[in-house]
């Protein structure tokens, strides 16, 4: 046999070496957070573990385990025999479960008897989720950001795709939470991560870069969305130098009308979306803009946003939080058209290059 017990800090530093990230939780337990790269191979399935647990307190324990074993053998059967049909003897995987090792130890046990080369993450998804929450405190530290910093819809996110496209690191926060950072940053239809798969995808891009190249990374807030980033990642950012992207007025409009036209096109959601600001900016004022929207003006209305909401919040903001952005370390100027960010960013790299 050739089944190994690994504890979570050694299969974390191991984890691109597996042939597969087994995890055998239920699918809404998968849903909520994984390991990097893992697929889902329930041991029971959520209806079943709901079924057994019920028999568990209303029959016998002794009938709820008779009866889980049953829908863990076939399940177990099934993933093999779905999954396993042209591997060769050498794949070697990491399976876990939550906690306790039964889910995971049904699978494993079997592919063990098979002649894999097995290894399961000891103490499960839980101890994985406490190795990641202490590096999320450490691994900050060890690496050195350039914060890119701009008024709304000066095209931040443009540049930080436009660096990760020419090879330079990039954390990109608002893709990880899958939201744009504002009121309306939360696409229609589209929901955020959990703030525990959130964690993990921050980790996870941290670990990865090499503490020798600065990482480019937009001016957040503490919460993006519903979603918190990590405090020492914030405070690690708010120390670092700061790059200032500059774009004139009316080109910034064009980027967010681009940025946001499912906002356009639905005239209603954006509206709605509109009443969050009424507290700051009063019934009437809110009220003019969804008239004006729905009117056609909506380049107006976008236009009067940047001037009277976001652009004197974002620069209290920044001068507040962000020590670098009194005096940036650079300066970017584009005209809203992609040879121009192409220009920036050679720009910009020329002039960070190390001497």
């Known amino acids: 046999m050739s089944l190994t017990l690994l504890p979570a800090g050694d299969a974390i530093a191991r984890l691109d070496g597996f042939d597969a990230i087994v995890d055998t939780r239920s699918e809404s337990e998968f849903a909520i957070d994984r390991l990097p790269g893992a697929v889902n191979w329930p041991t029971l399935t959520d209806a079943e573990r709901a079924r057994v647990g019920t028999e ?15 829908l863990a053998a076939r399940n177990v059967a099934r993933h093999i025999e779905r999954e396993l049909e042209h591997v060769s003897k050498t794949w070697s995987p990491l399976v ?7 889910r995971s130890g049904a699978l494993a046990t079997v592919l063990d008897r098979i002649g894999f080369r097995v290894h399961v993450l000891e103490g499960g998804y839980r101890e994985f989720r406490r190795a990641v929450v202490a590096a999320l405190e450490s691994l900050p530290a060890t690496l050195r950001f350039r914060v890119v910093c701009g008024p709304t819809g000066a095209g931040k996110s443009r540049l930080l795709q436009a660096l990760a496209a020419a090879g330079e690191p990039v954390l990109d926060l608002e893709a990880l939470a899958n939201h744009r950072g504002s ?10 991560p959990s703030q525990k798969r959130f964690d993990t995808l921050v980790w996870d ?14 001016s957040e807030s503490r919460k993006i969305g519903d979603l918190r ?8 950012m708010r120390e670092s130098p700061c790059a200032w992207v500059e774009l004139a007025l009316e080109r910034r409009v064009d980027v967010l ?12 959601a954006f509206c709605a979306r509109l009443d969050a600001l009424r507290a700051l900016r009063g019934r009437e004022v809110v009220e003019s803009w969804q008239a004006a929207a729905r009117s056609g003006q909506v380049r107006d209305v976008v236009r009067d946003l940047l001037l009277v909401h976001y652009d004197p919040i974002y620069l209290q903001s920044m001068r507040r939080n962000f020590a670098g952005v009194a005096h940036p370390s650079h300066r970017v100027e584009w005209n809203g058209s992609e040879p121009s960010m192409a220009e920036a960013v050679a720009a910009l790299r020329q002039a960070c290059a190390p001497a």
């Open 229 to 236: 980033v990590p405090a020492t990642l914030v405070t690690r």
């Open 96 to 102: 876990y479960c939550w906690r306790g090792g039964q």
């Open 56 to 70: 568990y307190v209303q029959v016998s324990p002794f009938e709820a385990r008779k009866h889980g074993a049953v």
């Open 183 to 192: 009121v309306l940053g939360l696409v229609p239809g589209e929901a955020q």
């Open 257 to 268: 009308l681009h940025d946001y036209a499912f906002f356009v096109r639905d005239l209603d």
């Open 205 to 218: 891009a941290l670990r990865r870069f090499d503490p020798a190249r600065p990482v480019w990374v937009e």
